[in-house]
């Protein structure tokens, strides 16, 4: 039982590169969840999925774009890497909201952006 | 949306019970308490929940105060695999952006041998 993995778990890149953060959950959970963790804020949330083809902003989108066209995967793409965007990325489900706000964590990337 | 206050930081000693306070004066009737952590490194996980009555699992016992205005989450016998971040956050069970969890600082908890 996998649970809940992300790739890759260490990343550098360039400032303007494309770069794509995959996560893919085995549990069928409805709800999927990115978030960043910066020294200071703590952890923020970036973008998150009620369902497949259902994405929603958080708290800190500008940046990133998401797609949900399978359950179990959430890919995080940064369309043009900046050095603000250095961070520790890390993806979250859940199986839904009505019973419980009980989220499952990867182990999360480490992204640099030089 | 409800806020939750915490202490910065925690000192316990191995084998000893770790109490962990939490202040949420503002709570809302239908916002459930809910105790995550986070070790050095990994992502966070998931501890507890609980609306109005005590709750106990496995890992932990949350006591929430019957004004619902504070809660404490209880480590039984702390090991020093418990040392890290717990974060305290009060949310309610909606499908949309009210529902998402709020992390804040948090308190750093320290087992120490």
């Known amino acids: 039982d996998a649970g809940i993995t992300q790739s890759p778990r260490y990343k550098i890149t360039e400032t303007g590169r494309q770069v794509t953060l995959m996560c893919h959950q085995t549990?069928?959970?409805?709800?999927m969840f990115w978030y960043r963790q910066d020294l200071g804020h703590g952890l923020r949330l970036i973008y998150y999925s009620a369902a497949a083809d259902i994405t929603d902003k958080g708290e800190v989108p500008d940046g990133y774009v998401v797609s949900r066209s399978k359950t179990e995967n959430f890919p995080l793409t940064l369309e043009s890497a900046t050095r603000s965007q250095t961070s520790v990325y890390f993806c979250a489900s859940s199986e839904s909201r009505q019973g419980s706000n009980e989220q499952y964590f990867g182990p999360g990337t480490r992204l640099t952006v030089t | 949306d409800a806020k939750t206050t915490q202490p910065t930081s925690m000192d316990c000693a191995e084998g000893r019970a770790a109490n962990l306070p939490c202040n949420h004066s503002?709570?809302?009737?239908?916002?459930?308490v809910y105790w995550y952590r986070q070790i050095h490194s990994q992502g966070p996980q998931y501890i507890i929940h609980?609306?109005?009555n005590n709750e106990t699992n496995e890992m932990a016992s949350l006591i929430i105060t019957e004004d619902r205005k504070s809660s404490t989450l209880i480590l039984p016998h702390a090991t020093l695999r418990d040392t890290a971040v717990y974060y305290c956050i009060v949310r309610a069970n909606y499908g949309g952006s009210q529902g998402n969890l709020i992390f804040g600082k948090g308190t750093k908890l320290s087992v120490k041998p």
């Open positions: 609980g609306l109005k």
């Open positions: 503002t709570i809302s009737g239908n916002e459930y």
């Open positions: 549990w069928s959970h409805s709800y």
